[in-house]
Nanobody, 132 residues
Framework: QVQLVESGGGSVQPGESLTLSCVASGGDSLDGYAVGWFRQAPGKDREGVSCLSSTDMVTFSANSVKGRFTMSRGDDRNLVTLRMNSLNPEETGVYYC????????????????????????WGQGTLVVGSG
């Protein structure tokens, strides 16, 4: 089972950018996995921010982050990043990456989805604090 390690969190001012990284430790590859980034704000449930199918052909972004957040896989295939632009204080939370061995992020209604319940392996999370 792949182990995930997130990094890159920190404190940002409104409008600033941050890039989070998720690495599969021990030389494991993320090939074959759907991968997602999730956020858990204080006192709230964990929610999907951005998800990517194993083929990279199907993507999902939450409406609130479309046009600002970009999720990518690294060339070495054991890295996934989340570039977050124009952050606002409401996006404070712990950001987690997770994998789904199924590889597919299409929901039963035929649309891409990013539900935490579909992902089985999680990292420890990295904290992003939007001040201001």
């Amino acid at each position: 089972q792949v182990q995930l390690v997130e990094s890159g969190g920190g404190s940002v001012q409104p409008g600033e950018s941050l890039t989070l990284s998720c690495v599969a430790s021990g030389g494991d590859s993320l090939d074959g996995y759907a991968v997602g980034w999730f956020r858990q704000a204080p006192g709230k449930d964990r929610e999907g921010v951005s998800c990517l199918s194993s083929t990279d052909m199907v993507t999902f972004s939450a409406n609130s982050v479309k046009g600002r957040f970009t999720m990518s896989r690294g060339d070495d295939r054991n890295l996934v990043t989340l570039r977050m632009n124009s952050l606002n204080p409401e996006e404070t939370g712990v950001y987690y990456c997770a994998t789904d061995l199924d590889g597919d992020i299409v929901t039963d209604d035929g649309d891409p989805g990013c539900s935490p319940s579909e992902f089985g392996t999680w990292g420890q999370g990295t904290l992003v604090v939007g001040s201001g």
